[in-house]
Structure formats: C-alpha cells, structure tokens
C-alpha cells in the first residue's frame, strides 16, 4: 500500500536556528514527491516537485532533497513567516490517473 | 493570471442535505481533482477528472459524485450530508492527468450541523 510518513509532528524553532523536516515514503513507483507549505485555514501553495533520487531544488531558505525512501526539506535560518504546516505527498507512476498521496504534515512554529 | 478558483468559501448545511461546491482551473489546465481535508490531516484525494472524463476515485461513498464541464471547471456534489463530511474540500489543477505542477485552490470550508 503507498504511505507517506512525516516526522516530525510539530517543530518549534528560534529565528535563525536551522533544521530539516522528513518525509519516508513507500510507493510502487514513484512517478513524483511533492512539497507544499499550508498556512492555517489555506489551501497548499506547491513549492517543489522531485522526480529522482538525488535531485535537490532549492527556494529561497528552503532545499528539498531525495532518496529513494524519503525526503528532507531543509530550513536555513528560518524566519517567522516561514511558521506554517507543510505537506508531503507522493503521485504514484503507472496507470492514468495523478492523484496525490500525502503525509498528515509537520508543523513549523518559529519564534523571533 | 488567475489561481484556481473556488466557491463558496464557507457554507453550513444540516445532516441529510446536498451541497455543490465549485472549482475553475488555471487558465490552460485540463486536469480537475478534488480533495477532503480534516482538521490535523493531509488532504484525501476524491476524484480527479481530465477532459470531463472520471480518471480517478478515492475510497469514498457514492454520496459523492464530481464532473467536469467542457470549459474544464468542475463541480463535487455530496448527497445526504454526514457530520463526518464537515472538512475543507479542495480543488487542485494542473496541466494533465499526471501533472508534474499541481496547484490547490484555497478550499470551501464545508461545516454540518
């Protein structure tokens, strides 16, 4: 069965303290690994899309890596406006639909 | 240019009721899926449908039903309203049936009394 785990829960950070949130997927052929950050009460805005394990994308403060068991999503110097849940999600390959499969998310809270 | 475009925002509907919710794409997007989003989770996935043809379903009731229109919006009607369907529904769209850039709506807050 294809599941994404995303660990931890919840993260508290201090401005500026640097960390990574993790996504362990397991899925019979990956056909892409998303990632989404959701502000309370907001749809997901879509950051990163990886295809390939070890392909990395980067966005501002924000570096998504992979493998071919999970991904990390690194913060560098975080600021409070990065506060907010962010989403895992795989779409598995083969057949002719694209739906997602997502993880229940971490949430970033980051203090001044 | 335009997000993907969703309506209501917010409704309230008693148990036993039926509700539509609404959802134009990206301008140049063919694809429409729908997902349940409860409070603490990940989104869910409903449907998906691309050039008005069903080419996905979730493990949802047949309570639920979507289509697609041949300007590629898209409409989730959900019958006989449960307390458990009290989510945020969202709508994503992108290019194709296995989009590579699939981008969400911001939702129709859906609450059952």
């Known amino acids: 069965e294809d599941q994404v785990t995303q660990s931890p829960e919840a993260l508290r950070l201090q401005e500026g303290e640097s960390s990574s949130l993790n996504c362990s997927y397991t899925?019979?052929?990956?056909?892409?690994l998303f990632w989404y950050r959701q502000d309370p009460g907001k749809g997901p805005e879509f950051l990163f899309t990886l295809y390939s394990a070890g392909e990395e994308k980067e966005k501002e403060r924000l570096k998504a890596t992979l493998t071919k068991k999970e991904s990390f999503l690194h913060i560098t110097a975080p600021k409070p406006e990065d506060s907010a849940t962010y989403l895992c999600a795989v779409q598995a390959g083969g057949g002719s639909q694209g739906n997602l499969i997502f993880g229940k998310g971490t949430k970033l809270s980051v203090k001044p | 240019d335009a997000g993907v475009t969703q309506s209501p925002t917010h409704l309230i509907k008693t148990r036993g009721q039926q509700v539509t919710l609404r959802c134009s794409p990206i301008?140049?997007?063919?694809?429409v899926s729908w997902y349940q989003q409860v409070l603490g989770q990940g989104p869910q996935f409903i449907f998906q449908y691309y050039e008005k043809e069903e080419r996905g379903r979730g493990n949802f009731p047949d309570r639920f039903s979507a289509r697609q229109f041949p300007n590629y919006s898209s409409e989730l009607n959900v019958n006989a309203l449960l307390l458990g369907d009290s989510a945020l529904y969202l709508c994503a769209s992108s290019p194709g049936p296995g989009g590579n850039t699939i981008y969400f709506g911001e939702g129709s807050w859906l609450t059952v009394v």
């Open positions: 301008s140049g997007h063919k694809s």
């Open positions: 899925v019979s052929g990956l056909r892409g």
